[in-house]
């Protein structure tokens, strides 16, 4: 259950982005479109639609490890109930403590999933876990959606604005 609630954080954590007049949120047009990343020997895809639905696949050459479907949407800001700080305890373990009530609204670029698979081996587990919701941080040049703190992300391979093609299992820019 801690690893649930660390990657909970992680997610929550990786997700806060700022936005500014410089980079403005992206429409759901921008946004939309097909992703792919790999991880150990298979490709994840997702491909995100207009209409606030995703799917999401995995798979190792032809063997489909999942498949899934469900809705997104994007966050472009948060409201906070003050502010937090991670420490570390006696135990080494994650820890979050409140140091001010001041409650802020923060600026993200996050798309949100429900529900969302996580992909054997980033968690450091043998098997893929599924969670009822999951985010990213979503961004520009190149588009992608960066998912917590380990290497795992996804970036944008066809629809508007893609600038990521994949060549023989590896993404390249053109």
Do not use: H
Not at 62 to 67: E, F, P
Not at 111 to 125: A, Q, R, Y
């Amino acid at each position: 259950m801690k690893a649930f609630f660390k990657l909970t954080f992680l997610f929550l954590i990786t997700g806060l982005v700022g936005c500014s007049a410089d980079n403005p949120p992206p429409s759901t047009s921008e946004i939309a479109g097909t992703y792919w990343g790999r991880y150990g020997d298979g490709d994840e895809t997702f491909e995100i639609r207009t209409n606030g639905t995703f799917s999401q696949t995995f798979q190792i050459g032809t063997n489909v490890i999942y498949a899934m479907d469900g809705k997104w949407q994007f966050e472009a800001e948060m409201n906070i109930d003050g502010k937090w700080q991670l420490k570390t305890n006696l135990s080494g373990e994650l820890q979050e403590e409140k140091i001010s009530n001041v409650k802020r609204t923060v600026k993200i670029n996050r798309v949100k999933f429900e529900p969302f698979m996580i992909p054997n081996g980033v968690l450091g587990s043998n098997s893929s876990r599924k969670v009822d919701v999951g985010s990213g941080s979503w961004s520009r040049n190149p588009i992608r959606i960066e998912f917590g703190a380990w290497p795992y992300l996804v970036d944008k391979v066809a629809g508007q604005g893609a600038t990521i093609k994949v060549n023989g299992g590896k993404s390249t820019s053109p």
